[in-house]
């Protein structure tokens, strides 16, 4: 006759650990279906009133839906995040603000409006960069209503950043760029749309210059808008992932490496410094499961 196994539920610090990164991905889950939502609700209905900003109901939907899918992205990143990030960004957000209104003006067609998106999510992770940038998008849109439904396109931006340095793409100067190569395409793809559909293309000084001219050559506007993403956007996002890069090595290494996913992942090149966070009698997998708390 066999003896039944019983099996007990796992308990202890090991087992709220688990809960924990558990509750964080659902949060994760969550803000990426809000943004991503948003984002479906705009290009569905195309309104052409969101540039009104806040007067329109458009515009009210897309800035609840992406503030509630930034904050929710920053809820589960928060728990895993130094102090300083918290410092670091707003300084990320007034980067992406200024610089993206600076080139706005200049007529070249590049953006440079995410390099603090690219920063914040080579230091602490995809979720903080996709919440950097969609916060971005959303503060910018108080002086600028126009750039508020590529808050999707920004966070998405944030999103594939932290993937290719959770990838070790940030570990080679010469990798950052070519990933910033590939995000660009997949951000165009992604922003073109709302481009067409509810600006026309004309959404920026320089881009709409191109976008004019493929419709001059017998484009369609989506077709020429598209291909205007995928000249200007690739190349804007090799030019940040590579600054982005620059500034992270800049800084000092005991900073870079107070970010957890920076040790995790092994991000930079390097060993890690000795810290006190770094030390394997500091680490909570190895210590005693039957010791007790101070």
């Known amino acids: 006759m066999s003896q039944q196994s019983l099996t007990l539920p796992a308990t202890g610090p090991a087992a709220g650990r688990t809960t924990a990164r558990r509750n964080r991905r659902l949060l994760e889950l969550a803000g990426a279906a809000a943004i991503a939502a948003t984002y479906l609700f705009l290009v569905l209905t195309q309104p052409a009133d969101i540039a009104n900003g806040p007067a329109s109901f458009a515009a009210l939907v ?50 440079l409006d995410a390099i603090g998106t690219v920063l914040i999510a080579v230091l602490a992770g995809p979720a903080a960069g996709a919440a ?74 320089g881009t709409g210059a191109v976008v004019s001219a493929f419709r001059a050559m017998g484009d369609t506007l989506l077709a020429a808008i598209t291909k205007q993403a995928l000249i200007s956007d690739p190349m804007d996002k090799a030019i ?5 890069a620059l500034l992270v090595y800049a800084l000092p290494r005991r900073t870079t490496f107070q970010f957890a996913f920076v040790r995790r992942f092994r991000v930079l090149a390097g060993k890690n410094p000795a810290t006190p966070e770094t030390q394997p009698e500091n680490r909570p997998e190895t210590q005693p499961a039957n010791q007790p708390e101070a």
């Open 62 to 111: 897309a800035l609840g839906g992406f503030l509630l899918g930034a904050v929710l992205l920053i809820a589960a990143a928060l728990p895993v995040l130094p102090t300083s990030t918290l410092v670091l960004m707003p300084v990320a957000l007034v980067l992406n603000v200024v610089l993206g209104q600076l080139m706005g003006t200049t007529g070249l067609p590049f953006y």
């Open 132 to 205: 950097t940038g969609a916060l971005s998008t959303i503060v910018w849109s108080f002086f600028n209503p126009t750039v508020l439904p590529f808050a999707a396109g920004a966070a998405l931006i944030g999103f594939l950043a932290g993937l290719a340095a959770r990838g070790g793409l940030f570990r080679r100067f010469y990798l950052a760029p070519v990933a910033g190569f590939v995000t660009g395409i997949l951000a165009g793809v992604v922003s073109a749309p709302i481009a067409a559909f509810v600006f026309g293309g004309t959404a920026g000084l």
């Open 240 to 244: 940040v992932f590579a600054i982005a």
